[in-house]
């Protein structure tokens, strides 16, 4: 049986919901990686978590960013660049 | 062995809770509850009440504090009255659908305005739809017993729903009487602690409660809910036999006869208006006139087939209500009663009274009275709609 | 462990998805708060923007990795405060943690905070302060600047009206109830922001009160992306400092020597677009004011500045 179709008899939720927030955007983010510093600014400011850290490189997941652009104008290098998302 | 003691209603109710060793007890004094909370704070201050205590700054702090702690699984205790209970309405109605074990005395008090403090059950039974069982009683032995089995019938899988007891303001609560007092021995065997399985705000176990919630699973619980009510019936039943058992004390379940077995006629209470309705049977017993009495105990759930089964013999019957239901010119019992008679092979004549009001006295002179009026109308074949009111009359006063 | 480590390492404790607006600095300060508080937490989001968009869940599911739950909008702070005497009672130990709007805490809930503050429940209240009834489409709370556009104090098409009122100075007024820990913080400064939960970690002896300012992009018109530099610049003006308290010991965490003018922080927000020099000054004047009243309660500190 699906977690989400356990009986209950209060309102109890368990596993996790998430709404797809990857669909709302209409711009991606892009870290030039040439000339990015690793300072982190970038992951420091994202409001969804999206900025991740490997191997000392800053890499953007893009399944839950909204494009919201917050990590571009924190960017002190000014390398992320906004780009118009594809038509999905 | 159970101990012998002469105490108020509120020191009944204090000494039930105690005994049942909650684990988190918070409330705020109001009249005539006010007792209670000292008597709580006296026991602890003494090192006989173990449970974690918070002096709230408000009723709805009270039931908002308790219902964060049962949410966390600890056995919950709190009382109060009135303005109080209505104060705490939010929190209330989200704790038993919350499905919260909460027990919680209601020392019945007349709900404002004119301004009084005196006693009615008027302010928890405008609250009978928020979801909790209440439970009526009639003597502080009853407050007492009543309170310890709340705690079981509360915490029982079957029901898992928060619970009042409650009794006459003043009446009762400042009244003294005789009442054993089981040993604390007595009352752990009969009430073992409280393991929360439905919900638990717990880091071992993360889960969210109460989420954002869909129409339909809304009516999913709501089901569940009154399901859970109706299995509160038999719990009580069977939680009365065994602490019969324990201490020779039954208070008869969900509703309680007096001398209905061959009765015409009855008359139907609850709360302590019933004592001196008892003595008025006997009066009239004496005199050969066959009524009886009918004591509702159990308002939530309402004992619907109790009720038909033990009016559906008589010719007619009567009832006393100490609180008004607005828009229906009777009080709240009557109309109770009448619904759950709905389904009787036979509709007979009945008398709505309202009495009692504010703390008014209701006098033997006065339920016998209601006793006559019920008869003839019953012999006369005839219902009376609209309440018969009960009172004595004052220089001055017109009704 | 610096910001960024932390960060970067630390589990999310919230669902990846939860449908904040797009660039909310109100999201990004609850992930941060909860990688900061970590799994041994409890948590409640009383209704407002973070409980409407998710955070608490959905039909049985959770929108968070720890206990999570919906206090009324009036009750949260008693709520927690039963938690913990029931966590007392079993000789159990969490975080226990409020994230409210600021509805929720200086309007409808702050009689059961000013009741936890004053009786010492050992709770965590975490306020985002953005200023109004965001969740319901802006309406104004008591917090809400002065002259502010919002749904309920509109302006005219002549460009009068607006918020009468000053806000209340409302961490000031939780100062005042001899809390052992209260903090400002701002989304703007997150190594600040994370040291005062981990200060607010510490606290064993009552309540610990952090409060946020979170400008909201949607109700006060901000651009998403801005979302960061208008928080910052609320301190940079001095409108909204940051600093600290333990029981009245006053301290400015982060300093604001030569303060930019409050035109800097005003002209980014479309809410306060209709008001004349004249209103922006007062709100100008009321951030001097406060910050000079703060520095007067550092008493002789070095942070004075
Ligand atoms: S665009 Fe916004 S959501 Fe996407 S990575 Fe940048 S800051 Fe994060
Ligand atoms: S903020 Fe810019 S420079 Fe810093 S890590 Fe991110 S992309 Fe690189």
Redesign the pocket.
Known sequence: MNEAEKEYISPVGEGLYSANTGDW?T???EIDQETCSRCGT?LI???????RRADGRFI?N?S?????????A?CPNGC?A?TREAKR | MSEIAVMNGNFAAATAARLARPEVIAAYPITPQTPVVEYLTQFAAEGNLGSKMSEVESEHSAMSILSGASMAGARCYTATSSQGLALMYEPYFRASTLRLPIVMNIVNREMISPQSVWGGPQDSLTLRDAGWLQIYVEDNQEILDTTIQAFRIAEDQRVLLPINVCYDGFYLSHMTERVEVPTQAQVDGFLPPYIAKHQILDPARPMAIDPLTSGYLVMEYRKKHMAAQAAALGVLAEVDREYESLTGRSWGGAIASYRMEDAEYAVVTMGSVTGACREMIDEKRSRGIRVGLVKIRCLRPFPREAVMRALSTVKGFGVIDRNVSFGWNHGIVYQEVKAALYGADRIVPSVPFIGGLGGEDITMDLVSTACDTMIEAVDAGKTIHEAVWLWSPRKGVKL | MNALDLLAEREDMISPGISAC??CNVELTLRIVMKVLGPNTVLAIPPGCMGGVGVVGWNKRSGAKVPVFFPLLDNTASMLAGIRLAYDAKGKDANIVAFAGDGATVDAGFQALSGVAERGDRIIYICYDNEGYMNTGYQRSSSTSKGSWTSTTPVSKDGHGGKRQNGKDFPMIMAMHDIPYVATASPAYVPDLIRKVEEAMKVRDGLAYIHVYNPCLTGWGIR?EESISVARLAVKTRYFPLYEARRREFRITVPVPKPLPIENFTSRIKKFSHLGPEAIADLGKLAEDRYAFLQSLCRGKDNNA
């Open positions: 955007r711009q991606k983010p970038c400011y994202c409001p969804t978590s999206s900025v953007i893009l839950f960013c909204k494009g919201c652009g917050v990590c571009a924190e992320i906004m | 797009v660039g998403a």
